[in-house]
């Protein structure tokens, strides 16, 4: 059972998808057939790979494509998966272009991999901001029914993009020196070394992002809630990788911390980082006997938690009849995209829709 | 009509209380009368000052006392605002040891100047990111009754203390070189450079933090609404000066996006930076015709803007009956704290209890 697979696009998520489809061991018939906008050398995966331009030909013969690149203003997949599809494909893209057509399922595969048939030849992945969110929700919701969210989010700059990462080190130095930063207004607004930013992606007209929209948006569609009060604010903040939500829940029935922790711990691609901390020392330092764990953007750096959604300062809300407050982190670059999309076909080959 | 000042504290709080009352034009008959747990020389304020040992005597002859030090565990204001009072001077407590004492009261000079008497000896001045969030509430909650909130902060590092300043200062040169951060754990649990740490201050035995709950229970004081509904989530972030507060609010009354601008537009101690960016190449540069301005703590190192608390990003939350998003951004070391400090004076010389 091995798949010929392809894939669109070498920015950051390319770059993950690639090394998640080696590390996670995609069964490849032949090695990953990389396109771009023009042929080149990359180091994708932290391997060299020869990048051809995208055209025709070079989806005969796939399996499965994986889109994460652009064509102009649009995702490439707007381009080139009808092509994809012609030549007997499985397109998963990791672009918001199909994300909300309702031809397409939205896909989280923790949540709804049984929205994927063989009748589907394009799968949509979402947005990095609504995965880690709705891993989360999904299990919450079917246990106690959410009935209100209310997310911030802290958001790393390698969601714009590796020009943004370049933007963030090219700033650090001048930070450091306690100088003027120089910003590039076509990345962020503003200098985002040392700011918070709540601003991604461009503005619409009742003054929410699209960002916001996308979260709101693709929550209720892969929860399959098509009313579900959402509402959220976007914020970037100055971090390299990995993004953070302080989410506000609020229940139909009953649901206590406890049972809360209880149910993401045995959630598919959860972990739960909260309750006494494994470290004494951490108590005596900070003096401090309910002294907790939590999870942060460094543990995504650690082997066993790169593409897990991890789950912390979970606390009941007293405000509301049936309230919970939660901290959720995740890679953005990875299960917030490339891991996702890989996951998906990995789904796929369990189902014998490829391979 | 001038006064006696006395300043116990040299860490950035009490430097930035020299700082704005020498600003301010605070009417000081003697140059302000500075204390510390020992005698030395400091730089407070941009200006070289001969510190004294805090004792008894040099109370004497004040009119009033700025208390931002710590005396051991606790504020210096405990082991002598007793001292001070008997003195005859009147204490205005940065520290937070006296805030939730009934018999004290806890002062946003914009909002509750009027509960200082000429038997009010001691006045406590409330954390500083309960101080921005009550300042954009307090004219709101007049206009359509606050009914919930639930808020989420990106404060800096400077919050805890001038050491934490200097720990993120040591740690910048390792992150820029990608190298492995060390961190005191007697300041932050973890690296601050470059995450998110959902944890300020210790933690209590329900999960919360006593960040979270001074929040909650100084904001039912200062608007004198002991019931009001408050969930709170506060989030270190690597920012060196400046919190922002993402805040989620239901109304009792219906409450527009225009109205609530207009409102906080009219409002002390309010910037409203939020509508058509002024910036027409902002517009151009984002392709993005509805690009808003907003404040970020970029705009707290402007003079019109550093004593203030800025608002943006105000919108419409169609998921409850009258709901509003909003973003608030203050100076944590002046607004924060020495700026409503100083004001709380400022009030006090203007209703003639002092000077």
Redesign the interface.
């Known amino acids: 059972m091995t798949v010929r697979a392809g894939l669109v696009g070498v920015g950051p998520v390319g770059d993950r998808i690639a090394m998640c489809v080696r590390e996670r061991n995609f069964p490849l018939s032949e090695p990953l057939r990389v396109m771009a906008t023009s042929a080149r050398t990359e180091i994708l995966g932290g391997e060299q790979v020869q990048v051809q331009a995208t055209r025709a030909e070079l989806f005969e013969g796939l399996d499965v494509v994986f889109f994460a690149g652009r064509e102009g203003a649009k995702g490439a997949s707007v381009q080139w998966a009808p092509t994809a599809i012609e030549c007997g494909a499985y397109c998963i893209d990791n672009g918001s272009d199909f994300r909300l057509d309702p031809n397409v399922p939205l896909v989280v595969p923790e949540i709804n991999m049984e929205e994927v048939t063989e009748e589907t030849r394009l799968i949509a992945s979402p947005n990095c901001s609504t995965i880690q969110l709705v891993v989360a929700l999904a299990p919450l919701n079917q246990a106690a029914g959410i009935k209100?969210?209310?997310v911030?989010t802290?958001q790393s700059v390698s969601g714009w993009g590796q020009a943004a990462v370049e933007e963030m080190?090219r700033q650090?130095?001048a930070?450091?020196r306690g100088e003027p930063v120089e910003c590039d207004?076509?990345i962020f607004?503003?200098?985002i070394m040392?700011?918070?930013?709540?601003?991604i992606d461009?503005?619409?007209?009742?003054?929410?992002t699209k960002e916001e929209m996308k979260i709101v948006h693709e929550t209720r569609k892969i929860l399959d809630e098509p009313d579900m009060?959402?509402?959220a604010?976007a914020?970037r903040?100055?971090?390299?990788l990995g993004h953070?939500e302080?989410v506000?829940l609020e229940f139909e029935q009953p649901i206590t911390?406890d049972e809360a922790t209880e149910i993401l711990d045995q959630a598919p691609g959860v972990v739960v980082m909260?309750g006494p901390t494994e470290d004494p020392?951490?108590v005596e330092?900070?003096?401090?006997p309910?002294?907790?764990q939590?999870p942060?953007?460094?543990d995504l750096y650690k082997d066993e938690y790169k593409d897990m959604v991890l789950v912390?300062?979970?606390?009941?809300?007293?405000?509301?009849e049936n309230?919970l407050?939660m901290?959720i982190v995740a890679d953005n670059l990875r299960k917030g995209a490339a891991t996702n999309v890989v996951q998906i076909a990995e789904g796929m080959l369990e189902r014998g829709i490829i391979g």
């Open positions: 209100r969210v209310v911030s802290y080190e650090l130095p930070c450091l207004p076509s607004a503003r200098p040392l700011d918070c930013l709540p601003h461009r503005f619409l007209e009742d003054g929410y009060p959402i509402t604010t914020v903040v100055p971090i390299p953070s302080s506000n911390r909260d020392a951490a330092y900070r003096n401090d309910n002294e907790l939590y942060t953007t460094a912390g300062r979970i606390r009941q809300d007293n405000t509301i309230g407050n901290w």
